[in-house]
T-cell receptor, first 110, second 112 residues
Framework: GQSLEQPSEVTAVEGAIVQINCTYQ??????LSWYQQHDGGAPTFLSY????GLEETGRFSSFLSRSDSYGYLLLQELQMKDSASYFC???????????FGAGTTVTVRA | DADVTQTPRNRITKTGKRIMLECSQT?????MYWYRQDPGLGLRLIYY???????NKGEISDGYSVSRQAQAKFSLSLESAIPNQTALYFC???????????FGPGTRLLVL
C-alpha cells in the first residue's frame, strides 16, 4: 500500500516563500505529483517528478529525492490567490494510478 | 465548455436510496477515475477504468459500483446510500502513460 505524510496547514504572508514537504512509504514508486485545489473546486495538476532533483515552473518548484522517499513543493513570491490546498500524490507504477496525501492548506495573509 | 463534466453538482438523498453520479469527458482520454474527498483525508480512489472493457476497484470500492458506458462516460452508483457516503465526489481522466489527471468540478452528496 501507499502512505503519504504532509503538514496539514501552513500560513505565510504575501511575497514570502513556503515549502510543503511530503514523505511517502510505498510498495512501488514511479513518480510524485502535486495538485492544487481551491476551496470546493477541482484539483488541478501543478507538477510531476520522476527523477531526483528540482523542477521549476514559474513561481512553483518541486523537488524529489527517491533515496529519502521525500519531496517538496516550493511556492515563491506568494500571492493571495495561492491560498488553497496542496496535495502530493504518488504513482506506484507506470500506470500512473495515484495515491494522494491528506493535503496541506496554505493560507496567505496580506 | 468544460472538458470533464459531472452531474449532478449537488445531491441530497436519503439512506437506502439508489443514486447515480455521472461523468462525461471531451478530452478523448481512455482512462477515467472516481474519487471521494472527505475533510482531512484527501482524495481516495473508488474505481478506475483504463478503457471501456476494463474496470478496477480502488482502495474504497465497498458500497459503490461503476459503469463505463463509452469512452467518454463513466458513472458511479451507490446502490443503497448510507450517511457515511456523504462526501465530495470527483471524476478524473488521463491519457495512458501520462502523469496528469484532469478533474471534473465535483458532486457534493449529502445522505440523510
Amino acid at each position: 500500500g501507499q502512505s503519504l505524510e504532509q503538514p496539514s496547514e501552513v500560513t505565510a504572508v504575501e511575497g514570502a516563500i513556503v515549502q510543503i514537504n511530503c514523505t511517502y512509504q510505498t510498495s512501488g514508486f514511479y513518480g510524485l505529483s502535486w495538485y492544487q485545489q481551491h476551496d470546493g473546486g477541482a484539483p488541478t495538476f501543478l507538477s510531476y517528478n520522476a527523477l531526483d532533483g528540482l523542477e521549476e515552473t514559474g513561481r512553483f518548484s518541486s523537488f524529489l529525492s527517491r533515496s529519502d522517499s521525500y519531496g517538496y513543493l516550493l511556492l515563491q513570491e506568494l500571492q493571495m490567490k495561492d491560498s488553497a490546498s496542496y496535495f502530493c500524490a504518488v504513482s506506484g507504477s507506470n500506470d500512473y494510478k495515484l495515491s494522494f496525501g491528506a493535503g496541506t492548506t496554505v493560507t496567505v495573509r496580506a | 465548455d468544460a472538458d470533464v463534466t459531472q452531474t449532478p453538482r449537488n445531491r441530497i438523498t436519503k439512506t437506502g436510496k439508489r443514486i447515480m453520479l455521472e461523468c462525461s469527458q471531451t478530452k478523448g482520454h481512455d482512462r477515467m477515475y472516481w474519487y471521494r474527498q472527505d475533510p482531512g483525508l484527501g482524495l481516495r480512489l473508488i474505481y478506475y477504468s483504463f478503457d471501456v472493457k476494463d474496470i478496477n476497484k480502488g482502495e474504497i470500492s465497498d458500497g459503490y459500483s461503476v459503469s463505463r458506458q463509452a469512452q467518454a462516460k463513466f458513472s458511479l452508483s451507490l446502490e443503497s446510500a448510507i450517511p457515511n457516503q456523504t462526501a465530495l465526489y470527483f471524476c478524473a481522466t488521463s491519457d495512458p502513460y501520462q502523469e496528469t489527471q484532469y478533474f471534473g468540478p465535483g458532486t457534493r452528496l449529502l445522505v440523510l
